[in-house]
């Protein structure tokens, strides 16, 4: 049973978000971004154990503005959590049969889920603020009937359990012998009662030679038997000195890991080693303790949610990088939160949900895999989604249809005719047809999981994109913006190559579906003309690419070019000349720029970085920024969220 | 791991007994006559099941044909197996059905706080208004159609969809008005947020048709499907059981009896077992043995029953396992010159045998007339007798207020819930609240009746008492309502209530407590018997619905006669049992003889005799008379069947 969808309304700076979850999901965002607000949500909503009838909130959880704003004027606290099958048949008969109460079908698709809504809301008439778990029918409502009892949370929480480990981390608390994992683990461990027998036996045996290895030991027990004397407990010997606990229980529970420190034969206990292996050290202990303890101690169906804030905390870039690798070898589902790039670096864009505050509020945003409207059902409909089953599908107890892909013009008249004369419906599936344009295919995200890898940590926590094609555009942006006195990086604007890390299509759908604000500066050629099409197969009008790709002014110029008539000839012929290549036409003849741009296109790279560097030995200022490209900069730095 | 009870139960099995309750899977017909046990077979096989399976999650689903007999089975099976009762549901057809609909109604647009309307009077209200509004629609429709009601039932039991309907009529005017009447009336009673009971089938059978993952999902919860009383299931039952296990799930077991059909009339046929074994391939297990009735009584009935012809190839007569009392149990009274004189006759012979234990005593008959008449003639005698009879209703004044003013809690804005909450309510405390002012209030607000009630009764009153119970309604029955300890504190609050009464002994209101002390426990039996069935946990909208199936009727009171339909008297039985009105035109009826005596009609009757006789413990008495209401009757022919009476005489 897999969570898939989180909604959360009201609950601290979450007003309104709808997240889908993946197997793996990271939470990406700044601080304050609501990311641990999301993990904690999930916390509350799924408690280790059913409560009673107070509430797991405090007031501030509620979400609030004003001053004069309080929990009772809160619209209330809603959590919302769906877990759902991808495919028919996939959750276990024995999983059906338990919760069958619960359970909801979407009969078309023959896809099973559970909806749970924990609420939390001021009630007028009872005049108090109530509180309340619900499981949901498909269209959002409770469920009545059995579905509605109370009961069903604790058979619920039975199968789907929440381990939560947060940012700070302490080995000390979560290898102590009440913790949630090793507490549980050395609680369930088995010894046989003959084992336990022969063990205490033995236990004695060691104590009593340790205690007789030292007479002094006996004076002072003697000594101390007096106490009992004295308090009248009875006759006899009532005083004795255990050197170890006499039962295998209290022995285990002393348990500790040691590991070796490094480069010595020396075996330190966890907590004496540095705050990173710590850190690790619990991930492991997490994912031995799903692997051999979850379904004995609670069903054969259980599954577990892993809520993991920070894991990158304490670790250096390496082993960051190297955890999210291991991660994967985590049998459950887990939702991370993270600020780290290197993190993120490792984490494929669609398991990205990338929080940003947007005033009070947080919003979310991530690569859709697809697209929905609310449509009414009718059977033309069902037998164009049976004909056209790779892409489109319906629920009809939602009333929603669905497109995993950009919706082609065929596809979309044949939507239009089905529902002909219903301008609403017509609406709505304009609306989804313009919106599945930004769908990335799977090519285009293998491509940029692939070439966009080194930059995808930092890119996404950015707060603007300014395209460019290649090394030398990034290189100049990069300097132009420093002349103008502008920082890129101060104002969260990161400059893209987009030729070296995938096409400038699938980094403006990444721009759109993560709402980053972007700018495109590409060459005004044949190359750059290509790149202008594809921006505009993504549905966008005209309008939009106006303001959103920038060819260089002239017809037919590229960036050397452009230069090179933008006043930095000069720059290049002594840069030229430095490496001795010659050129064959005077300052004056025809032909003479395009001549030392197509020199210098032949090190584009080079002979940008000698240009800069030239430039600020000379120490260029502001003047010496192209009107074009300066203005480039200053619309993204004023675009930033 | 199994209790001392199931045990002993399991012991007690005969060998044939035993071997079907092992019966694992596969389709089985167990064909069991009167008195074989088979509820103890069922109950067994299913403890079994359950007991074997402990740490599974899979439920067993029992259908039965009575709620009493649901939760007969349920305490046994809970008493052998206990803590495994949350993995049962058994319960009637219907019952089954409107938790179906209750949990996936919402694909069919059946809202799942739907009201169960039981009785004529409440449809019969619906078709009136689907008429008037069909009248506007269509010339055709005339006030006639309103007679059309049992026409409309029994096109819902066949299954018949509203827009199917045209068709189904040989009389091409008829089918015309139908047409527009029948979709009529589903749209009155969808408006009304209603179903009735044939709906309950209909729409269940609907949602797993429509919907083959929900008869999928139902399939894979419930492995086990057992059905009693399979005889009298109807098309529209069976097309049910169909759709929910389509071809796939064949794992039913089947207990049915082709010689105790006696619900014909109401689609039941002898074929249905047939059809089953066809349809599922099932094997077949017999279990003639009679636990039940003395030999004679035995031999009676197989006398009788042999004159059947539409019945199952191979039939087993019944088997007498019971020893003879040794002084004849079986007598037949000589002929009465009319029924006036059988009835005081019988309740003589009553009163003489059976004064001490009067509880153990049914008088049975064919109609409703004969037991009124024979209960008048027991009254004569000073003999306590009761009817027996479903009652839709609570009467008294109390339990009418307690399930009103909680149908109003479930029903936000109903008006007629809320005008009996403050009709009674006047009643038990004298407090008037006039319902349109509530209703006035509650324009514009967006709480219900009920909240608003409480207000107007909370400035009215300011005794102790009274505020007690609004603050207890307010409390319970709002939000995060716990209707049962409403009704908890309501049963006290009546205990009270009549203790005051009591001692204000002249009071002329205490008309407001007639019928009290019965309905309170009727009300706590079926409290229990449906949170039994639903678990602690039931919502006040399935207590309701249940409720609305369930008969109100008190369980007699100890040494008191009970008079009863031999319909009523179905899978019972008693220690002295009284056939009366044995006259053809009686038992058999009228009706059956008009089709002939072959007819399968005639056969119906045929078989309401023989499961009137096999309800017998003890001793069976008949009696017949020669005149009834005026009109000279001939004695019935299964008396010459059964061979108590010969052509001679």
Not at chain 1, 10 to 35: H, M, Q, W, Y
Not at chain 1, 468 to 482: D, I, T, V, W
Not at chain 2, 67 to 90: C, H, I, W, Y
Not at chain 2, 260 to 285: C, L, P, T
Request: charged fraction near 25%; glycine fraction near 6%; include cysteine.
């Amino acid at each position: 049973m897999k969570l898939r969808e989180i909604i959360v309304k009201n609950f601290r700076c979450l007003v309104d978000v709808v997240i889908p979850i993946s197997d793996t999901t990271v939470l990406a965002g700044e601080n304050n971004s609501g990311k641990t607000a999301l993990l904690e949500a999930l916390g509350i909503a799924l408690p280790r154990s059913a409560l009673g009838r107070g509430t797991p909130f405090n007031e501030y959880d509620y979400h609030m503005v004003k001053t004069s704003d309080s929990p009772q004027t809160s619209e209330g606290i809603v959590i919302e959590l769906w877990f759902r099958e991808d495919a028919p048949d996939e959750w276990p008969n024995s999983l059906v049969q338990a919760l069958n109460d619960i359970i909801q079908t979407e009969p078309v698709m023959d896809l099973d889920s559970i909806g749970l809504r924990l609420s939390s809301k001021y009630d007028e008439t009872a005049k108090e603020i109530v509180t309340k778990w619900e499981f949901l029918a498909l269209d959002g409502q409770p469920l009545r009937g059995k579905g509605a009892s109370l009961g069903n949370l604790i058979k619920f929480l039975s199968y789907i359990r929440l381990f939560y480990l947060s940012a700070l981390r302490d080995s000390d608390d979560e290898f102590s012998p009440r913790s949630q994992f090793w507490g549980r683990i050395l609680r369930d461990l088995k010894i046989s009662e003959e084992q336990r027998k022969t063990l205490t036996e033995e236990l004695a045996t060691i104590n009593d030679s340790l205690l007789t290895a030292d007479p002094r030991i006996e004076q002072v027990r003697a000594s101390l038997d007096k106490v009992s004397k004295i308090m009248v407990l009875g006759t006899g010997q009532n005083t004795s000195i255990q050197a170890l606990p006499l039962k295998p229980w209290d022995l285990m529970s002393k348990s500790q890991v040691v590991i070796k420190a490094r480069g010595t034969e020396i075996d330190l206990p966890l907590t004496r080693h540095g705050q990173g292996m710590q850190s690790l050290a619990i991930l492991f202990l997490f994912q031995s303790y799903i692997d051999v303890f979850l379904k004995p101690l609670f069903q054969p169906e259980t599954e577990a949610i892993l809520a993991l804030e920070e894991p990158e905390a304490h670790l250096h870039p390496q082993a960051t990088r190297a955890l999210a690798t291991n991660l994967g070898e985590i049998k459950s589902q887990k939702i991370i939160s993270s600020h780290s790039p290197y993190f993120i670096q490792e984490i494929p864009f669609t398991q990205i949900r990338l929080l940003r505050r947007d005033g009070p509020s947080s919003k979310v945003s991530y690569v859709k895999r697809f697209f929905t409207a609310k449509v009414p059902e009718t059977q033309e409909l069902l037998n164009f989604c049976t004909n056209n089953a790779h892409k489109f599908a319906y629920y009809s107890g939602t009333s929603t249809l669905s497109v995993s892909g950009r919706m082609e013009e065929k596809e979309y008249r044949d939507l239009l005719t089905i529902y002909s004369g219903q301008i609403e419906v017509h609406a709505e599936l304009k609306r989804l047809r313009d919106e599945s344009r930004l769908y990335l295919s799977d090519n285009d995200l293998a491509d940029l999981d692939t070439y966009a890898k080194r930059i995808r940590g930092e890119i996404l926590f950015a707060r603007a994109w300014l395209l460019c094609e290649g090394q030398s555009e990034y290189l100049l942006l990069r300097y132009f913006a420093e002349l103008l006195g502008k920082s890129l990086d101060q104002a969260g604007v990161a400059v893209i190559d987009f030729q070296n890390n995938g096409s400038p299509g699938a980094f403006l759908g990444l721009a759109r579906a993560f709402e980053i604000p972007c700018i495109m500066v590409c060459d005004n050629d044949d190359e750059g003309n290509k790149f202008i099409k594809q921006v505009k197969d993504r549905g966008l009008t005209d309008e939009e690419i106006n303001e959103l790709i920038r060819p260089l002014p002239e017809k037919g110029v590229d960036l050397e070019l452009f230069l090179v008539k933008n006043g930095f000839a000069l720059e290049y012929r002594q840069i030229l000349a430095k490496r001795n290549v010659s050129l064959s036409k005077k300052k004056t003849e025809v032909g003479f720029k395009d001549e030392i741009a197509s020199r210098i296109r032949t090190d584009k790279t080079g002979y940008t970085i000698a240009l800069i560097e030239k430039l600020r030995s000379a120490g260029a200022d502001e003047s010496r920024v192209p009107e074009f490209l300066g203005t480039a900069i200053k619309d993204i730095i004023a675009k930033v969220v | 791991m199994s209790t001392r009870e199931f045990i002993a139960a399991w012991k007690e099995l005969s060998p044939i007994q035993r071997k079907t309750a092992e019966w694992d899977e596969d389709p089985l017909l167990v064909l069991a006559g009167p008195g074989s046990g088979k509820t103890r077979v069922l109950t067994s096989r299913i403890a079994r099941i359950l007991d074997s399976t402990q740490d599974k999650n899979f439920r067993i689903l029992g259908l039965t044909f009575t709620n009493k007999a649901a939760d007969e089975m349920r305490s046994r099976v809970t008493n052998f197996v206990p803590g495994q009762e949350g993995r049962l549901f058994l319960g009637t057809f219907h019952s089954f059905c409107a938790d179906v609909l209750r949990q996936h109604g919402t694909h069919l647009n059946i809202n799942p706080n739907f009201q169960i309307y039981s009785q004529d009077i409440d449809l019969q209200a619906v078709l009136n208004d689907a008429v008037e509004e069909a009248k506007k629609m269509s010339d055709v429709v005339s006030d006639l159609d309103k007679k059309t009601l049992t026409i409309i039932q029994r096109l819902k039991s066949l299954l018949v969809l509203p827009e199917d309907c045209r068709e189904v009529f040989r009389d091409t005017g008829f089918g015309k008005r139908m047409a527009v009447v029948y979709p009529a009336y589903e749209t009155e009673l969808a408006k009304r947020n209603a179903l009735d009971f044939n709906s309950l089938i209909f729409k269940s059978y609907q949602l797993f048709t429509e919907f083959p993952a929900f008869a999928k999902r139902y399939q894979t919860v419930y492995p086990y499907i057992c059905i009693d009383e399979f005889q009298d299931t109807n098309h529209a039952q069976y097309s049910f059981i169909r759709a929910l296990t389509r071809n796939q799930h064949r794992n039913l077991f089947i207990v049915a009896d082709d010689d105790q059909i006696i619900y014909q009339w109401n689609g039941a046929s002898h074929k249905r077992i047939a059809e089953f074994m066809k349809d599922y391939s099932s094997r077949v297990i017999q279990l003639p043995m009679n636990y039940r009735c003395p030999p004679e009584i035995v031999e009676l009935a197989n006398n009788l029953i042999r004159h059947n012809f539409l019945r199952t190839a191979d039939k087993k007569p019944l088997e007498a396992f019971r020893t003879s009392p040794g002084k004849d149990p079986v007598h037949l009274l000589p002929k009465f010159p009319d029924f006036d004189a059988e009835a005081a006759e019988i309740a003589k012979d009553i009163k003489r045998l059976h004064s001490g234990h009067l509880g153990s005593v049914v008088i049975l008959g064919r109609s409703r007339k004969l037991l009124e008449g024979a209960k008048l003639a027991l009254r004569n005698e000073g003999l306590p007798a009761v009817i027996s009879q479903r009652k839709d209703e609570f009467e008294s004044t109390p339990f009418v207020w307690l399930h009103s003013i909680l149908r109003l809690a479930n029903d936000r804005q109903n008006r007629s819930h809320l005008e009996a909450v403050c009709g009674t309510f006047a009643q038990l405390v004298k407090v008037e609240v006039d319902f349109e002012d509530v209703v006035e209030q509650a324009q514009g607000s967006n709480l219900g009746y009920l909240q608003h009630w409480v207000k107007i009764v909370r400035q009215k009153s300011q005794t102790a008492s009274v505020k007690e119970v609004i603050d207890q309604a307010s409390r319970y029955l709002g939000e995060g309502r716990d209707f049962r300890t409403f009704s908890k504190f309501a049963l006290n609050w009546f205990s009270k209530l009549t203790q005051v009464q009591q001692q204000a002994n002249s009071d002329p209101t205490t008309e407001v407590f007639a019928r009290y002390e019965e309905e309170r426990s009727a009300w706590e039996e079926l409290m229990r018997e449906i949170t039994d069935s639903l678990g602690d946990e039931i919502t006040l909208e399935a207590f309701l619905q249940e409720l609305q199936m369930h008969s109100k009727e008190p369980s007699p009171k100890p040494n008191t006669v009970i008079l009863m339909t031999i319909h009523g008297a179905k899978g019972k039985e008693f220690d002295h049992v009284y056939l009366i009105g044995l006259v053809d035109d009686e038992l058999p009826s009228f009706q059956s003889k008009q089709k002939g005596g072959d007819s399968p009609e005639m056969e119906e009757e045929r078989r309401n005799c023989f499961v009137a006789i096999t309800r017998t413990i003890k001793t069976l008495t008949l009696s017949y008379a020669e005149k009834y209401r005026g009109w000279p009757k001939e004695p019935s022919r299964f008396l010459f069947e059964m061979g108590l009476l010969s052509d001679q005489e």
